[in-house]
């Protein structure tokens, strides 16, 4: 079964920098759009950061400059470079990506999250 394998989250201080990854397992033929979404405790989740497979980016307004997307097309891999790491950042981040699994449709897909704390 096709999945999104996240890592890289932790504590981190204020003005700090974290970089997270996202690897896409399993027979798939595929990938299109993949996204890192956060979600802080009470709030909805929110869009921190889109790439396309032709390499287009789309950011937050609240992480413009500050975070940078990027794209392995060789495995499918996102990054997310975190720099100047603020409290407001602090959430679970989650791994988003339209995947096209062997013997399936595209379909929607979602990493289990990792934790992102920042505190000082």
């Known amino acids: 079964q096709a999945q999104l394998v996240e890592s890289g989250g932790g504590l981190v201080q204020p003005g700090g920098s974290l970089r997270l990854s996202c690897t896409p397992f399993?027979?798939?033929?595929?990938?299109?759009?993949m996204a890192w979404y956060r979600q802080a405790p009470g709030n909805q989740r929110e869009l921190v950061a889109d790439?396309?497979?032709?390499?287009?980016?789309k950011y937050a307004a609240s992480v413009k400059g500050r975070f940078t997307i990027s794209r392995d097309n060789a495995n499918d891999t996102i990054y997310l470079q975190m720099n100047d790491l603020k409290p407001d950042d602090t959430a679970v981040y989650y791994c988003n990506a339209y995947l096209w699994p062997v013997g399936e449709s595209w379909r929607d897909t979602w990493g289990q999250g990792t934790q992102v704390t920042v505190s000082s």
């Open positions: 399993g027979n798939i033929v595929a990938v299109g759009r």
């Open positions: 790439i396309t497979a032709g390499l287009s980016t």
